[in-house]
């Protein structure tokens, strides 16, 4: 299976991508991977009398076949249709290209890939807030302020991140990678820094099951993971009241901070760190 942005699809003609095989040979390594692994790596499409299209691929390797995805997309197909809900939602988020499966003859995945066009400028967020990264250590500043981020950017991105992801908690969707790493930042000139979010393979829509509240913790949670190292505690309370719409914590925000502080202790032990 191959699909290709109706947009993007003339410059893939252009270079004989159209197939599944053409477009794994054209970035992949000519040795083939041995065993169950990721690959990610940056390209370009480029073709006489057309602009290049720099792109992301990433592409899913599984050795053996996986029947774990038998009757069920792969992560990268999942990742194509979630940026669509993303953008529905008004969430900047990576612009998909294209998407392939590889199956054999039980339906077992083989082979899955992603493309996805290059953010221009973008940088990983812990990068941009924290480009001289140190370890907070108790009673310090965080890394971010140390490193000279202004405030006001600071809080801009803050109030970004907490509007979008209560959005997507409203209309019922959650992320399940929302990690710092999977977020990135760009200054436009003259304007606030942007968010955008990419890697989203595992989010899905639960609107009715009794795990919704669950998957809302993981999310925050995710995100207070790295919020505890690199933002203060005033910044984090002002995150969960800015998701909760207020202007002052309410009690629903205070066991909503507790809330977010067990899942992470539980779900992360190694990385706990009292705060």
């Known amino acids: 299976m191959l699909h290709i942005d ?9 270079l004989g991508l159209s197939s599944f095989a053409s477009v794994v040979a054209f970035f992949s390594p000519p040795a083939p991977l041995q065993r169950t692994t ?23 390797e599984y050795q053996p076949a996986a029947w774990s995805f038998l009757g069920r997309a792969s992560k990268a197909r999942r990742e194509y249709e979630n940026y669509a809900v993303l953008r529905q939602l008004d969430i900047p988020s990576a612009e998909p290209v294209a998407f392939g499966e590889q199956r054999d003859g039980f339906g077992r995945l083989r082979r899955a890939f992603i493309i996805t066009r290059t953010i221009p400028e973008a940088r990983p967020l812990p990068e941009f807030v924290a480009p001289a990264t140190a370890a907070v250590t108790s009673g310090a500043a965080p890394a971010g302020l140390r490193a000279g981020v202004p405030r006001d950017e600071r809080a801009a991105l803050r109030r970004q991140l907490a509007v979008f992801t209560r959005r997507i908690h409203d209309a019922g969707f959650f992320h399940h990678d929302l990690y710092w790493r999977n977020i990135l930042v760009t200054r436009p000139p003259a304007a606030p820094p942007q968010l955008w979010w990419i890697d989203c393979p595992r989010g899905r829509f639960d609107r009715w099951s009794p795990w919704r509240h669950r998957r809302r913790l993981k999310d925050l949670a995710s995100l207070d993971k790295a919020g505890s190292e690199f933002c203060s505690r005033a910044e984090r309370v002002a995150f969960i009241r800015e998701y909760l719409n207020e202007k002052r914590l309410s009690p629903e925000g205070k066991r909503l901070i507790r809330d977010v502080l067990v899942y992470r202790r539980r779900r992360w032990p190694e990385a706990w760190k009292g705060n």
């Not at 109706?6 to 252009?14: G, K, S």
């Not at 990721?38 to 899913?60: I, M």
């Open 6 to 14: 109706a947009l993007c699809e003339p410059i893939f003609r252009a």
């Open 38 to 60: 990721v690959l990610v790596r940056p390209g370009t499409l480029a073709a006489a009398g057309r602009s290049p299209l720099h792109v992301f691929y990433k592409q899913y």
